[in-house]
């Protein structure tokens, strides 16, 4: 059982850090392996300043949202598919795992104590963020002997803001996100730092996000800054609805293996491919892509209306949400929030 003891917080306004009132946490050690996890105020906490997290990058971390129901209750939305992902990056950080079940009931446990700021708005919703650090107090190159767990949340809205309307891209040339045989297909805090410079850059070229490309060739197409994407070829009943391939250096989003399900459900041919920035623009071009879309977490699904590649630049389609795009938004948002049939039984409630 997780312990409760909670204390209000005066709540931000700022996506991403309206912060809620509680925080769970639990220590791993070599001796003990997990100790209790136990449900407290989110607070301040004390850290030395040689924690091996801090230094050597030994951090691992989650997304996850919980929805409001058609009935007033809260569920989370495919829990137990964020736990493995969980442990898969913490085993490739030689970090411990934190068992599924633990998982779940600090899941449980914040969203059954700070449920109560997610209003009926189909809009918000709860976003939990699962985090994993070394905390040993130690300088030696290897992995620590010690180390954390918490489990947080904020109230959040639109990623993009309240109105879903098409992005603009940028195409990184220069940089490369992830390599074969390094951590893109995990959540680890590095993937993200190092992304950073690559969006300033975008955001200077006037887009709101970067498109990553393979680092051997920087030809093909994988991801959308933390997001994946998908193409869809054609339109009406023979759309084809597709995402890049999982390489191994690329996340295998929750969101995307929802969306390929989702899609195939509605009638749409749906898979994976190869796309080159080149096949993209001339595909544009002669009306074969016909819409773009980034998903995951926080972004839900969002449309993509322009590409930018260096000096030259292409519209997606008519550069506004497509057909598809919006009915396979409104496809998981119904999913989300209760509306619309659960066959696999994605939604988790919490009472």
């Known amino acids: 059982m ?28 070599p001796s003990v392996g997990w100790g209790p996890a136990g449900l407290g105020p989110l607070s301040h906490f004390a850290m030395h300043p040689g924690m091996i997290g801090l230094h050597y990058g030994q951090v691992v971390f989650e997304g996850l949202k919980a929805y409001r129901q058609a009935d007033g209750s809260m569920a989370v939305f495919r829990p137990r598919e964020n736990a493995r992902r969980f ?10 795992e934190v068992p599924e079940e633990m998982f779940l009931r600090a899941v449980e446990a914040v969203v059954a104590a700070d449920g109560r700021h997610v209003p009926d708005d189909p ?17 030696m190159l290897r992995p620590a002997n010690e180390y954390t767990f918490m489990m947080m949340a904020f109230v959040a809205g639109g990623f993009f803001g309240g109105v879903v309307e098409p992005v603009r891209v940028w195409v990184s040339r220069s ?16 993937n993200y730092a190092g992304a950073f410079l690559a969006q ?50 690329l996340l ?5 293996d929802t969306l390929l399900t989702l899609a195939s459900r509605l009638g749409y041919r749906a898979g994976t491919t190869r796309l080159t920035v080149e096949d993209w ?15 995951g977490t926080a972004a839900v699904v969002t449309p993509v209306g322009s590409v930018r590649d260096g000096d030259t630049g292409w519209t997606v ?35």
């Open 2 to 29: 997780i312990e409760t003891d909670t204390a209000a917080r005066a709540p931000h306004v700022e996506h991403g850090a309206q912060f809620t009132d509680s925080l769970v946490t639990a220590t791993w050690t």
């Open 87 to 96: 442990q898969r990056s913490a085993r490739r950080l030689a970090m411990p």
């Open 123 to 139: 809009d918000v919703s709860l976003y939990l963020r699962p985090l994993l650090f070394a905390s040993e107090a130690n300088l």
């Open 175 to 190: 940089t490369a996100r992830a390599f074969p045989g390094g951590t893109g297909d995990v959540k680890c805090a590095a």
């Open 200 to 249: 300033r850059e975008a955001q200077m070229q006037g887009c709101h996000q970067v498109v990553w490309l393979d680092a051997g060739q920087r030809r093909w197409v994988e991801e959308l800054g933390g997001m994946n994407l998908f193409f869809v070829r054609g339109d009406g009943v023979d759309a084809e609805v597709l995402t890049p391939e999982l390489t191994g250096t």
């Open 252 to 256: 295998p989003g929750v969101t995307r």
């Open 281 to 295: 623009r001339r595909e544009c071009a002669a009306g074969v892509i016909t819409e773009v879309f980034a998903c």
């Open 317 to 351: 389609g008519d550069g506004q949400p497509g057909p598809v795009t919006r009915r396979l938004r409104q496809a998981l948002v119904d999913l989300h929030h209760g509306t619309a049939p659960d066959p696999d039984g994605w939604l988790h409630p919490v009472r």
